[in-house]
T-cell receptor, first 115, second 114 residues
Framework: GAGVSQSPRYKVAKRGQDVALRCDPISGHVSLFWYQQALGQGPEFLTYFQNEAQLDKSGLPSDRFFAERPEGSVSTLKIQRTQQEDSAVYLC?????????????FGEGSWLTVV | TQLLEQSPQFLSIQEGENLTVYCNSSSVFSSLQWYRQEPGEGPVLLVTVVTGGEVKKLKRLTFQFGDARKDSSLHITAAQPGDTGLYLCAGVRVLTGGGNKLTFGTGTQLKVEL
């Protein structure tokens, strides 16, 4: 498809387990973002890449969260030693170039439940 | 921490009614956007407002940006069941490297019933 693709769509993890969430942005999109969304709330910014460079990771809640985009296209958000408060929808988004006014397109999200 | 407060948080109305959703910010952003999100999907951009006092219309939706560029409203005329969803305002800041960082509001869950 032509949109932002995320996998897995649903993930149930036992507390303490590591998880990896994948994002395939729209082809050619330079900017890539990760957001965390609790049920019924607005998404909260986690981190931002321009190509392979992680330019802003101020929203990552702890050092258990790690994101990478080694070749400037696909990105992975990794959460180590998951805890119940990590349960949320993780949204990936991309935009064409890093310039104000460019539309940001969101994926459908990866729903993480930690039990 | 949500810097943008939306009201109301929940709204359940009948088809054909009008409604207004408010978004109030403690900060000034370079622009403000409104998104609509349906269950199981990501937010979809509806509109971007940039200039204080700006008004934009999208069919039955009217968006207004306050003069001080810190508050905004979304007015829906003659709501339809297809308008049901989570409405989010988002303040836009330009990041290092030029990307846009979105700070989302608390959200307004709208349900339009027949």
């Amino acid at each position: 498809g032509a949109g932002v693709s995320q996998s897995p769509r649903y993930k149930v993890a036992k507390r303490g387990q590591d998880v990896a969430l994948r994002c395939d942005p729209i082809s050619g999109h330079v900017s890539l973002f990760w957001y965390q969304q609790a049920l019924g709330q607005g998404p909260e910014f986690l981190t931002y890449f321009q190509n392979e460079a992680q330019l802003d990771k101020s929203g990552l809640p702890s050092d258990r969260f790690f994101a990478e985009r080694p070749e400037g296209s696909v990105s992975t958000l990794k959460i180590q030693r998951t805890q119940q408060e990590d349960s949320a929808v993780y949204l990936c988004a991309s935009s064409l170039v890093g310039r104000s006014g460019n539309t940001i397109y969101f994926g459908e999200g990866s729903w993480l439940t930690v039990v | 921490t949500q810097l943008l407060e939306q009201s109301p948080q929940f709204l359940s109305i009948q088809e054909g009614e009008n409604l207004t959703v408010y978004c109030n910010s403690s900060s000034v952003f370079s622009s403000l956007q409104w998104y609509r999100q349906e269950p199981g999907e990501g937010p979809v951009l509806l509109v971007t407002v940039v200039t204080g006092g700006e008004v934009k219309k999208l069919k039955r939706l009217t968006f207004q940006f306050g003069d001080a560029r810190k508050d905004s409203s979304l007015h829906i005329t003659a709501a339809q069941p297809g308008d049901t969803g989570l409405y989010l305002c988002a303040g836009v800041r330009v990041l290092t490297g030029g990307g846009n960082k979105l700070t989302f509001g608390t959200g307004t869950q709208l349900k339009v019933e027949l």
